[in-house]
């Protein structure tokens, strides 16, 4: 696939206001803390080794934060002179709804870390935080230098990371991990829907023109950490088979979004989106 995509205008400030300000506006609404779970009531006994194996694997994933936060912020920088200034005033736009998500995101990262521990998943505070830290001393970076594809990225990924707690939630019956899950999957659905509307917002903008982006997404998507953390391949493939999870299932949020997009009325799909569209239904 030709990797090389032409620039693209922003979207406009106030179409990312609009999107942005519910968004952040929804996350204080629905916003929980750590301390209100039932820490007293966490009953480790009805932890299975699967339930144990997956709380590691999301700590590991959730906690690499600072990495996601950098990776957000080098690709869509608010400092710095001599930048056109229609795309800073985006990226400052962003911005505010990047605070709301790494806040969240944070929350996940720190309730999983408490949860290893109080569940005695791991024993040791120092040595938990100095083994996700060796994790976290692995950059994160991902081949999306366009916001669309960016975006497109973030949307599978939320999608694929709800999908993923509700899978879990399913088999697991400790009270306090069912609870965080829920809370958690509210979250990602939130940062999924976010994601979407940005997504859309290019659609409604650049038509079929901002097909090549999403194309290009879905051809190169790995889950965040696939190429780092260490023991991951065999590590996901274990808990996807045993949790019936596949991550490309969130493809299918895609293909709904850009199916929307073709139906309103006066709309025609070109042959780009149409493949776009076919092409995601028939992903592996
Ligand atoms: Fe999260
Ligand atoms: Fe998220």
Redesign the pocket.
Known sequence: MDRVLAPQKPLSPSVIRAAVGPAVRRGAEHSWQVESLDWAGLDADRLTELDRSAVRFVTFIEDHLPGYLDWLLTTFPVTGADRDVAVFCANREYFRFFMT?AH??ERHASALTRYQLVAGIAESEDDLLVELAQEGTKPFSLPYEHPLQAFTYTLIQ?KA?QLFYQRFLAGVNEPVLRELLKLMAR??AR?FALYSKLVAGYLEMDGPAAAPYLKDVVATFRMPLAATLTGYRRWSFQLADTLGYDHTEAYGALARLVSDFVDKPGRTGSDDVLQLIDSLGRLP
Do not use: L, V
């Open positions: 998500w969240e995101e939320e990371t979250d990602e940062h």
